[in-house]
């Protein structure tokens, strides 16, 4: 080579190895975003552990510096450290830290690891792949709130379908097709249980609970038409457009707006069992301690479910409808109703934490009736709220100091929706 062609070599541009970090991030960040991902591919605690001490082993600036190709070439006595692993374990996770894009194993002949000879394992390919772990990383956790959401929803269904059997029990229904379905909900899976089981196996079993309960519901709208029809009764379900009467009992679990059932009455235990089973932590317990219908000293408007679907705004009516299997309907039940109002107040910015809090301060209905009215609140065309989950959350907190007047609040939204559809006719 002539000393013409040396120095063209040596004004040759860079090497350049990756992209470096994204702004703002460091090697710290860096190793926890590989670790989720090495955490997702099925890699053990202690693989993890290795990948950790070879990125530790790394210099910071080696992965800020995209003409650097960043590798670790301690020695396997230096990446055991005091665990109580062997040479043969620590390959072992070297290779499958490899198989899954990790690092790039350059060593020597015997496995040897030389700073000179730039021998070692090399960090590149991990970060010639952060958009791929950044995508493997928020797949796993959608995942992981679609599973959330469903657990909450079988909690719901498991409240419901209880409730409606114990309506169809006052109401005296008995046929072949109820003792099958009843058969079938007691061979539900227990609470403890789901957390273990995967989506599709979950969605699946949610999906078939709602079709039970949306069966029972019209088990109990046929019997209750029946007696209507044979007793002379008017229709329960004919009501006005805009209800500013009170009605003699809050929301109930069937579709008709008519709960026969006392609030304090114990459900069949050869049908229901005592209750759901599992850690005292489960979504169905935290439910069934809140339960209640009415919680002590709190006052609630008493309102059918068809009132209820007529005074919330359009956006929660369309999710009340998606929980009711997706058709409209002006009278829908209870559990559509609940998680209609659950899922437009995460919707507009409500955390799960709160909801629960709700929960057990009021009660399932005074949840209800605080969810309806802070969604209102969002629209309100003279004071909005600009935070619907601290306004949900300060609700809350007025009902533990029992400073909270629903009632008040459930008037006030009457007169405002009497207002809008009297503005709508002219």
Same mark, same amino acid.
């Given at each position: 080579?002539?000393?013409?062609?040396?120095?063209?070599?040596?004004?040759?541009?860079?090497?350049?190895?990756?992209?470096? !970090?994204?702004?703002?991030?460091?090697? +710290?960040?860096? /190793?926890?975003?590989?670790?989720?991902?090495?955490?997702?591919?099925?890699?053990?605690?202690?693989?993890?552990?290795?990948?950790?001490?070879?990125?530790?082993? $790394?210099?910071?600036?080696?992965?800020?510096?995209?003409?650097?190709?960043?590798?670790?070439?301690?020695?396997?006595?230096? &990446?055991?450290?005091?665990?109580?692993?062997?040479?043969?374990?620590? /390959?072992?996770?070297?290779?499958?830290?490899?198989?899954?894009?990790?690092?790039?194993?350059? &060593?020597?002949?015997?496995?040897?690891?030389?700073?000179?000879?730039?021998?070692?394992?090399?960090?590149?390919?991990?970060?010639?792949?952060?958009?791929?772990? %950044?995508?493997? $990383?928020?797949?796993?956790?959608?995942?992981?709130?679609?599973?959330?959401?469903?657990?909450?929803?079988?909690?719901?269904?498991?409240?419901?379908?209880?409730?409606?059997?114990?309506?169809?029990?006052?109401?005296?229904?008995?046929?072949?097709?109820?003792?099958?379905?009843?058969?079938?909900?007691?061979?539900?899976?227990?609470?403890?249980?789901?957390?273990?089981?995967?989506?599709?196996?979950?969605?699946?079993?949610?999906?078939?609970?709602?079709?039970? %309960?949306?069966?029972?519901?019209?088990?109990?709208?046929?019997?209750?038409?029946?007696?209507?029809?044979?007793?002379?009764?008017? +229709?329960?379900?004919?009501?006005?457009?805009?209800?500013?009467?009170?009605?003699?009992?809050?929301?109930?679990?069937?579709?008709?707006?008519?709960?026969?059932?006392?609030?304090?009455?114990?459900?069949?235990?050869?049908?229901?069992?005592?209750?759901? +089973?599992?850690?005292?932590?489960?979504?169905?317990?935290?439910?069934?301690?809140?339960?209640?219908?009415?919680?002590?000293?709190?006052? &609630?408007?008493?309102?059918?479910?068809?009132? !209820?679907?007529?005074?919330?705004?359009?956006?929660?009516?369309?999710?009340?409808?998606?929980?009711?299997?997706?058709?409209?309907?002006?009278?829908?039940?209870?559990?559509?109703?609940?998680?209609?109002?659950?899922?437009?107040?995460?919707?507009?910015?409500?955390?799960?934490?709160?909801?629960?809090?709700?929960?057990?301060?009021?009660?399932?209905?005074?949840?209800?009736?605080?969810?309806?009215?802070?969604?209102?609140?969002?629209?309100?065309?003279?004071?909005?709220?600009?935070?619907?989950?601290?306004?949900?959350?300060?609700?809350?907190?007025?009902?533990?100091?029992?400073?909270?007047?629903?009632?008040?609040?459930?008037?006030?939204?009457?007169?405002?929706?009497?207002?809008?559809?009297?503005?709508?006719?002219?």
């Amino acid at each position: 080579m002539t000393f013409i062609q040396v120095g063209a070599a040596r004004r040759q541009a860079r090497q350049q190895y990756h992209n470096g !970090l994204p702004e703002g991030w460091n090697r +710290d960040r860096f /190793r926890q975003l590989c670790v989720s991902y090495a955490q997702i591919q099925g890699c053990s605690a202690e693989c993890v552990r290795t990948l950790e001490t070879i990125i530790d082993l $790394v210099s910071p600036t080696s992965f800020t510096d995209p003409f650097v190709d960043p590798f670790c070439y301690a020695r396997q006595e230096t &990446l055991l450290g005091e665990r109580p692993l062997n040479g043969r374990s620590l /390959r072992r996770h070297e290779a499958q830290l490899e198989a899954i894009g990790l690092i790039d194993r350059r &060593l020597g002949a015997n496995g040897s690891r030389c700073k000179r000879k730039r021998l070692g394992l090399y960090l590149t390919p991990a970060l010639n792949r952060i958009g791929d772990m %950044l995508d493997a $990383v928020e797949s796993l956790r959608e995942e992981r709130q679609l599973h959330d959401a469903l657990r909450g929803d079988r909690s719901r269904l498991l409240r419901h379908v209880k409730a409606t059997f114990e309506t169809l029990g006052e109401l005296g229904v008995h046929s072949a097709e109820l003792i099958a379905l009843k058969a079938s909900f007691i061979d539900w899976p227990r609470s403890d249980r789901l957390i273990s089981m995967s989506l599709p196996v979950l969605e699946e079993h949610v999906e078939t609970a709602r079709e039970l %309960l949306m069966r029972l519901v019209e088990i109990v709208q046929e019997s209750q038409k029946l007696h209507e029809e044979m007793s002379g009764q008017p +229709d329960s379900g004919d009501r006005c457009h805009i209800q500013d009467q009170i009605e003699e009992r809050i929301l109930s679990c069937n579709a008709t707006g008519e709960d026969k059932r006392t609030s304090g009455k114990p459900s069949d235990a050869h049908l229901v069992g005592a209750g759901p +089973d599992g850690p005292s932590r489960c979504l169905e317990k935290q439910d069934g301690e809140a339960g209640e219908e009415i919680k002590a000293g709190l006052l &609630l408007p008493r309102i059918s479910n068809y009132g !209820l679907y007529a005074f919330a705004s359009e956006e929660m009516r369309m999710h009340i409808d998606i929980a009711a299997s997706g058709n409209p309907n002006p009278n829908p039940t209870l559990y559509a109703i609940e998680t209609g109002v659950w899922t437009r107040l995460s919707e507009i910015g409500t955390n799960i934490s709160a909801w629960h809090d709700a929960l057990y301060q009021m009660g399932l209905l005074g949840a209800i009736v605080a969810g309806v009215l802070t969604d209102a609140k969002v629209s309100d065309p003279i004071q909005p709220v600009a935070n619907p989950g601290g306004y949900f959350r300060g609700m809350t907190r007025a009902a533990k100091r029992d400073e909270l007047n629903l009632v008040a609040g459930w008037m006030g939204l009457v007169a405002r929706r009497a207002k809008e559809e009297e503005r709508g006719q002219s």
